[in-house]
């Protein structure tokens, strides 16, 4: 049975999702029988020796984690090592002053414009967290942009219709609005889903699958 720890830390905007969330992904371990989950509000199972007792770290977190320099680095060498790396919505506004963390997960929150029912578009449907989508579909989410990404460093899987928003408000010149995307980093695969603001998501099959053979696949659990 693999162990996946789930840190749900607020060093900045605290999300009412995240309660919602801790059960979502535990029920998700325990019903497919294929992991466990340790989920918790501190970061003090980032360090060294307790990190070697999981095969896979969740990250739904946003600001400057309190810790060390030294957990820092020990944290991305587990990754870089082949420990797999999970991150939901808020994980990319998280360690700004940390620009490795940003490489490994893609890039980082710049805005959040459209917070609304858009329409987003499956970019990649073969792959196990999109393969039971349509090719698109509305939801209601807050739609994250980034900075210091590129689809040039990732694959991205889900990405918006920009006819569905209005663009002038959007924040990249490239109107290159991903939502989820995946990687290696290192000997690791990287899985980010930017969707999740909203409680009532968290209770949806859809997206419950979806993040589910998102954390399968970057366990190397579902190919």
């Known amino acids: 049975m693999k162990r996946l720890l789930m840190v749900t830390h607020s060093a900045g905007y605290k999300h009412d999702y995240l309660p919602t969330a801790r059960e979502v992904v ?32 969740l990250f739904a977190t946003t600001g400057e984690l309190p810790i060390s320099e030294e957990q820092r680095q020990d944290f991305i060498e587990s990754i870089r090592n082949g420990k797999a790396f999970i991150g939901v919505h808020n994980a990319t506004d998280t360690f700004y002053t940390f620009p490795e963390y940003g490489r490994m997960i893609g890039g980082y929150f710049m805005a959040h414009p459209w917070n609304q029912v858009v329409t987003v578009k499956v970019e990649d449907p073969t792959h196990p967290s999109t393969r039971h989508l349509p090719r698109s579909f509305r939801v209601k989410e807050e739609i994250y942009t980034f900075k ?30 991903a939502l989820c995307w995946c990687h290696n980093y290192g000997k690791a695969r990287v899985f980010y889903t930017g969707f999740g603001h909203y409680k009532e998501i968290w209770h949806q099959e859809w997206f419950q699958k979806h993040l589910l053979n998102g954390i399968l696949w970057a366990m190397r659990l579902i190919e």
């Open 148 to 177: 210091d990404w590129s689809r040039d460093r990732t694959h991205v899987l889900i990405s918006l219709d920009n006819s569905s928003v209005d663009l002038s408000k959007g924040t990249r010149e490239d109107n290159d609005y």
């Open 26 to 57: 535990t029920m998700l371990g325990r019903r497919s029988g294929l992991f466990e989950v340790v989920a918790t509000d501190e970061c003090d199972l980032l360090n060294k020796e307790d990190l070697k007792r999981f095969d896979a770290i």
